[in-house]
């Protein structure tokens, strides 16, 4: 980084500006208490004053041994760290609510895992990150390789591998892992758990980033609209498409995904029953607050999107409107001066002699012309003998309720954040067959998701309305409720 970057840096950034203001230490022991210790994503304005009223007692009361105090009151401190000069928290209103909210920025997540970073470590692991970086350096150079025979090759000597510590655990020689070397690992998970809450709320900020650009550019437009919608889809699709877009989307794909979900929650419940291995509480929850701060990634996502679409709407009614306004404005003009011109607007009229005839002479007519008819040379219609059809088929349609199906879903979803196609129709069997099973697939509702993972198989038992029993295989389909988290922008 040059020096021309870290000045600007130092002029601009709002974490920047917090650690070189005498109220730093105050400011981090509360919002980061409140935002990122525990890990509050939604606050109301009256939640907010009261949580840092609380807490300000308390520094206060430590600021006063120490000579200093915060004279201000709660809500002076959280309309200022709002404020634009300021940029610690980010004010707004959540639909259908008239309270403001707050969330921390990304800058405050920052400030404060780099002050976290200042004080001193009694344990200093480097053994698990150096397996780390050796595993990262192998899934590169082997993901990179284009060559079967040098996958084959490798998967060959990861399978020897396996195979002596399986010897190795059956003839009973494979100790467990040390305890400075489970601290080691433990110290990183929960380094990188922490790192991804935070990079949740820098990833909502570029998406916000890029939602403003698009309101700009829609404020100063002058072309067609047609080009307009073909900007503001490329942005889309471009952060979508981009590195940040794709490693986000797998995450919350293989975050969704019910098998990771149970393994992460077995292996987390195990942590604490480990002798002399200092979990954190928060870490048996740490996979719940990754998919609440993801799914409230994708509700930002959808949310700006949704907001987006209106004030392009309200653009384009605006434009017709003042266009119709015009149009108004002549028509009462013109029927103003249909009559009587000159008494109206006197003057405003002139009568002009053509500047030269019109000539139309009557060779420059085209003759009449026939429009040209075709004869066909197929033969006609031959007649048929009489056959009788049974018509009763046409009458033997099948009707899916997609009503009833949806009711049972929203029902199912209430109880659960998600339910999958196999278990659901478990409880509740599909009385026309395969026609209400291709009905689940085909919902397209606001408030429910459908997630496909191809990785999963599932077979789903089911009878037809001939009475025979069949088996479907098809991939793992799930059902999430989309309004899981929170409050929405």
Do not use: C
């Amino acid at each position: 980084m040059d020096f021309e970057r870290l000045v600007a840096l130092r002029q601009h950034s709002a974490a920047w500006r917090l650690m070189r203001a005498d109220t730093a230490p105050m400011v981090l022991a509360i919002l980061g208490r409140v935002f990122v210790a525990e890990n509050h994503r939604t606050v109301t304005e009256s939640q907010l004053v009261a949580m840092v009223d609380e807490h300000l007692s308390g520094v206060n009361e430590t600021a006063g041994e120490h000579g200093g105090a915060y004279p201000r009151t709660a809500k002076e401190y959280v309309g200022a760290w709002a404020g634009p000069d300021v940029g610690l928290l980010r004010k707004f209103y959540p639909e259908g609510q008239t309270e403001a909210a707050y969330d921390a920025t990304s800058d405050l997540e920052r400030a404060y895992r780099w002050v976290t970073e200042l004080e001193k470590r009694d344990f200093v692991g480097t053994e698990s990150r150096l397996h780390t970086v050796v595993e990262l350096l192998r899934q590169i150079v082997h993901g990179a390789d284009t060559d079967p025979q040098a996958r084959l090759d490798q998967l060959r000597h990861r399978r020897a591998e396996l195979d002596v510590e399986i010897a190795r655990a059956e003839a009973g020689d494979s100790p467990p892992l040390a305890t400075p070397a489970l601290l080691d690992r433990l110290q990183h998970v929960e380094g990188t758990a922490r790192e991804l809450l935070s990079d949740f709320r820098e990833v909502e900020d570029n998406f916000r980033a890029l939602d403003r650009g698009a309101r700009e550019l829609i404020a100063g437009w002058h072309g067609g609209k047609g080009e307009l919608l073909d900007l503001l889809v490329g942005d889309r699709h471009a952060i979508a498409a981009s590195d940040q877009g794709r490693s986000f989307q797998a995450f919350h794909d293989f975050l969704l995904s019910r098998r990771r979900q149970d393994e992460l929650a077995d292996l987390l419940d195990t942590l604490p029953t480990i002798p002399d291995l200092p979990v954190h509480p928060r870490l048996q929850h740490i996979h719940e607050d990754w998919l609440v701060a993801a799914e409230r990634t994708q509700q930002t996502v959808r949310q700006l999107s949704e907001q987006l679409r209106r004030f392009l709407d309200d653009k384009v009614w605006l434009e017709n409107r003042r266009v119709m306004d015009l149009l108004r404005s002549i028509e009462r003009s013109a029927l103003l001066v249909r009559n009587t011109p000159t008494a109206h607007a006197p003057g405003a009229f002139t009568e002009l002699d053509a500047a030269a005839p019109r000539l139309t002479l009557p060779m420059e007519r085209p003759l009449y012309a026939p429009a040209p008819t075709d004869t066909l040379s197929a033969p006609g219609p031959e007649a048929g003998d009489a056959v009788e059809v049974d018509a009763t088929s046409l009458f033997d349609q099948v009707f899916v309720d997609l009503p009833r199906i949806t009711a049972t879903l929203r029902k199912a979803l209430r109880r659960r954040t998600q339910v999958d196609l196999a278990s659901h129709l478990a409880e509740h069997p599909p009385a026309l067959g395969l026609a209400e099973i291709v009905a689940h697939l085909a919902l397209a509702e606001d408030d429910i998701e459908v997630i496909v993972d191809e990785t999963q198989r599932d077979t789903i038992t089911y009878t037809s309305p001939d009475g025979t029993t069949r088996r479907l295989t098809l991939a793992r389909v799930t059902f999430v409720r989309a309004t899981t988290i929170g409050s929405s922008e």
